[in-house]
């Protein structure tokens, strides 16, 4: 009760509140609840046991604003414990290194790395450092780095490709379990999306016991366009900054292209098959939030289990027959309804975390006006409901 008073005070204050503190809240502190389920203690992909998040952020000069994101599902070697893994393709205008081998296997083998595109090739060498300098991979020879991104070029200056080694093992060394820092740091630090800046977002749904009591979270990298929808209003509209403003007057105001990188996590007992049909649940919270997945935008989804029973040993040969745990189809319905949910909220978050950044050749990414989406949920009565 008291936590519902502080929010319902909050949104009287929003307005003169943020402009003495210059604190960005997240969604919920505006009363933007996607859906019906509840978050975890975190409201996080690190609510989901074991899953670790770091970030390294690259500002330097005028024209450096760039970074790397970590999410590691366990604390161990992930090479010498797989865990289950898909991959859908929302649409492919994207770099996704690694992801045939994860398609094909259904495993995972190393952190997820998320970066800017022309950096996924340093990034990933740098990710193999690190993988082959681990206890244990004396003799390996083979290792699948997953690494995905998004273009920040209008911010950063994207062709000195300035993310490296020391970057990625900062990002590694500093992933932690808990609160995730959002906005514009890591992988998010020189993203847009809507037409203002974006960055980093992440959000969590919790099951019922008698669902199963699973964690579901998700994580999410933006840089893309559309007609921004919160809670179902049209914010995009409202503020003037939209996909084809204007196109009745022969103007194509705003740009829908861009990309979004989304990471899935959860404890349930998912064999590949239906981590496959949850991550393509992920693009319908995506869409509710208004992007079109268009033409020149990268969507990708990587979702992957951590549950205990289903990890694969790099050898197997003393047990080569599987046997594993795996929800029933019928039982899987709960999780797309998290999956959605979470994924729309982590976009939400993305926005409203990001701080205003500055760049290459002066170009600047305005955070979204907190105030005035206040004003507009409040317009359309979805303020605290």
């Keep these: 009760m008291r936590k519902q008073l502080l929010r319902f005070v909050f949104l009287l204050m929003a307005p003169g509140l943020l402009a003495q503190t210059g604190e960005r809240p997240r969604a919920r502190d505006l009363g933007i609840r996607p859906g019906v389920l509840p ?16 970030h390294s952020t690259l500002i330097r000069g005028e024209s450096i604003r760039s970074g790397v994101t970590a999410i590691l599902p366990h604390g161990g070697n992930l090479f010498l414990e797989k865990v289950s893994a898909a991959v859908h393709v929302g649409n492919g205008f ?24 022309l950096n996924v090739p340093r990034v990933a060498d740098a990710l193999l450092d ?61 993203t847009r999306c809507y037409g203002y800046k974006g960055g980093i977002g992440t959000s969590s749904r919790v099951l019922p016991e008698r669902l199963g009591g699973y964690t579901l979270g998700v994580l ?12 179902g209003v049209p914010v995009g509209k409202e503020l003037g900054r939209y996909y084809l403003r204007g196109v009745d007057q022969q103007r194509r105001d705003g740009s829908a292209d ?34 079109p997945s268009s033409n020149g935008s990268g969507d990708y989804v990587i979702a992957f289990s951590t549950h205990p029973d289903l990890r694969v040993p790099y050898d197997s040969s003393n047990r080569p027959v599987a046997s594993r745990p795996a929800l029933h189809n019928d039982a899987v319905s709960p999780l797309f309804q998290a999956v959605k949910e979470a994924t729309e909220e982590a976009v939400y ?4 975390q990001a ?8 170009n600047k990414s305005e955070a979204i006006p907190i105030d005035r989406v206040v004003e507009i949920l409040k317009k359309y009565g979805r303020q605290g409901k």
Excluded: W
């Design 355 to 362: 701080t205003t950044v500055q760049g290459r050749d002066g």
């Design 349 to 352: 978050n993305s926005l409203f």
């Design 258 to 291: 861009g990309s979004c990188m989304i990471v899935v996590a959860t404890d349930a007992p998912l064999e590949v098959r239906n981590l496959k049909r949850l991550a393509r649940r992920a693009m319908l919270g995506l869409a509710a939030t208004g992007s």
């Design 94 to 117: 994207g770099k996704l290194m690694g992801s045939t081998q994860v398609e094909e296997l259904g495993n995972l083998e190393t952190p997820i790395l998320l970066t800017a595109t």
């Design 39 to 54: 978050t975890g203690r975190y409201n996080a992909i690190t609510d989901v046991a074991g899953v670790r998040v770091g």
């Design 130 to 190: 690190h993988m082959l300098a681990l206890p244990g991979m004396e003799d390996v020879r083979s290792v699948n780095a997953l690494v995905g991104e998004t273009n920040d070029g209008y911010l950063n200056d994207i062709r000195q490709r300035a993310v490296g080694r020391k970057e990625v093992f900062e990002a590694i060394r500093s992933a932690s379990s808990g609160a995730v820092a959002e906005g514009s740091l890591g992988a998010g630090t020189g």
């Design 220 to 231: 999410v990298q933006t840089n893309f366009g559309g007609i921004l929808q919160i809670d």
